[in-house]
């Protein structure tokens, strides 16, 4: 029997699971807003994954498009 030795990158993983919280908010977004400018579909795609999920919560309450992206300061 042969064996093989499974290397795991975690960084692709966590970067391809990134792109499709972004891909999945884009997509969520243009249904309830419709076109997005390339401004916000920039915004999104070099998004960090803990703001996605942050945006990702905010659209469930939201009432507009602005609302979604609103910068809190603490």
Known sequence: ASHRLLV??????AEGRRKGEAELL???L??????????IEDRVLGARADQLL????RLV??????????????
């Open 8 to 13: 795991v990158d975690r960084g692709g993983e």
């Open 54 to 57: 942050e945006w990702g919560e």
């Open 26 to 28: 884009l997509r969520q």
């Open 61 to 74: 309450t939201s009432k507009s498009l602005e609302e979604v992206f609103l910068e809190v300061t603490a």
């Open 30 to 39: 243009g249904r309830l807003y419709g076109r997005l400018a390339p401004a």
